[in-house]
């Protein structure tokens, strides 16, 4: 990963990304989940154990250079996933909220895991991503995403800073300057194969590929090392993420999406026979 870091003021996290829609009339369950939410997110950022940047050197974090070091096993089990890339589902198909900055068939994604709910199915297809993954501390979500050509995500922000993420590259094309990075509050990344990109995706940030060809990266989530007492509320928080209607939601999509996918993969199989 390469960065471009001009000098500027201190960032600060916001907590609303300009230009993107609000949810619409959210209930009144998820308004205070919201309210509760925000709180922990100020007290996360006092009681961060690791600083508050918006890209993190990857030292910060010992075992990002194991994840590294076995990124070929993890590329060997994406190469047949793109076989079917056009079957793979968009993320906006999985996650209803994603629908306020992607409603296109550009990002798709191959879910392995999130908060709590794993994908059997589609771990028994990449048993080595799995297994290293599982090394991850705090590892919270682990999927595929796949930037098609073309694909720009605007500016946004993530829901919650009491996780981190982590982009491993391992497809990334060839690229003039400026046609395929992501940027992080000010700081412009480029994606490097075999690197991971480790940062905060509750600073405001977009990312895009103006090239002509994919470019894949492992997307895991983990928790954002906390001291006492926020890491005791972010514990609680991310364990009852898995009852927000925004996962539940994504959970049936998710179920619904597998069911299709593996039975054309049956048929497929038996007219091959």
């Known amino acids: 990963m390469t960065a471009t870091r001009p000098a500027a003021a201190p960032p600060q996290q916001t907590f609303g990304t300009a230009g993107v829609a609000p949810m619409e009339r959210p209930s009144l369950v998820t308004r205070f989940f919201m309210s509760v939410v925000a709180w922990a997110e ?30 070929h096993l993890i590329r060997a089990e994406l190469d047949p996933l793109l076989q079917r890339q056009q079957d793979l589902p968009s993320f906006h198909e999985l996650s209803s909220d994603v629908k306020t900055i992607s ?6 994604t191959f879910f392995l895991t999130g908060y709590g709910v794993s994908s059997e199915r589609n771990i028994a297809q990449c048993p080595d991503t799995w297994r290293v993954v599982q090394r991850i ?18 500016a946004h922000r993530g829901p919650y800073n009491g996780v981190l993420r982590l982009h491993l590259g391992l497809i990334v094309p060839e690229a003039a300057p400026g046609q395929l990075a992501i940027r992080v509050d000010r700081q412009v990344c480029h994606w490097e ?6 940062f905060d995706d509750a600073y405001e940030h977009e990312a895009w590929n103006h090239t002509d060809r994919t470019r894949v990266v492992l997307f895991v989530d983990f928790v ?32 619904a999406w597998e069911k299709r996918f593996y039975e054309q993969a049956e048929a497929l199989r038996n007219r091959r026979a």
Request: hydrophobic share 40%; aromatic share 12%.
């Open 42 to 71: 100020r007290l996360n950022l006092r009681c961060s154990k690791v600083g508050n940047p918006p890209v993190y050197d990857n030292a910060t974090f010992p075992w990002a250079r194991e994840i590294e070091n076995d990124w």
């Open 103 to 108: 409603t296109d068939s550009a990002w798709k």
């Open 137 to 154: 501390p705090g590892l919270k979500t682990a999927m595929f995403s796949i930037f098609e050509p073309g694909k720009h995500l605007p």
């Open 193 to 198: 194969e075999g690197k991971a990109l480790i």
């Open 224 to 255: 954002k090392p906390l001291r006492f007492p926020a890491r005791l509320v972010n514990w609680l928080l991310l364990n009852l993420a898995v009852f927000t209607p925004f996962i539940r939601e994504g959970m049936d999509n998710q179920k």
